[in-house]
């Protein structure tokens, strides 16, 4: 059940584009494909790793995004609006059984396009902590959501 790297950071803004437009003039990031969560989001890129997701926060965000990744925040300026951590991580059955074991909830939520099964859980302050598995470690499992499953917004 090793973690390898972070992958990258949620942050949750108000205004998307200027978000965006911020990470891309001022840090050299570019915009670049992210899979379908039936919820706005934007994937900024170093090279060929994403590095920074950026989505809707505040308190107006989509009931698709408030059921796939949650919302423990709804901050709109400072440190409240970094939703969560992601780490790439092996191991997957290794860490449900260990997170079983000592009595840590998660939630289990897949991608179809990426490829990626997740766990969510929570760090002892709150914060939201995913882990991110290849879904050829998830056969015969079922996430608890599916992106797919979420309805098409408005």
């Known amino acids: 059940m090793p973690l390898s790297h972070i992958e990258h950071f949620l942050l949750q803004t108000t205004d998307m584009a200027k ?12 915009e670049g494909p992210h899979p379908d969560f039936k919820f706005p989001v934007c994937w900024l ?11 809707e926060g505040g308190k107006n965000v989509s009931e698709n995004r408030k ?13 409240g609006v970094v939703d ?3 780490f ?6 290794e860490m449900i059984a260990h997170l079983k074991s000592i009595g840590v909830e998660f939630r ?35 996430a608890g959501l599916m992106a797919s499953e979420l309805p098409e917004p408005n």
């Open 19 to 30: 978000t965006r437009d911020w990470y891309v003039r001022v840090l050299g990031m570019r």
């Open 45 to 55: 890129y170093l090279g060929d790793q994403d590095v920074v997701h950026v989505t």
């Open 67 to 79: 059921r796939y990744v949650g919302q423990q925040s709804e901050a709109a300026a400072g440190t």
């Open 84 to 86: 969560h951590i992601a």
């Open 88 to 93: 790439r991580a092996s191991g997957l059955r």
């Open 108 to 142: 289990q939520r897949q991608v179809d396009g990426q490829g990626l099964y997740q766990l969510f859980l929570f760090d002892p302050n709150g914060v939201k902590i995913e882990l991110n598995y290849p879904s050829a470690e998830a056969q015969g499992l079922r």
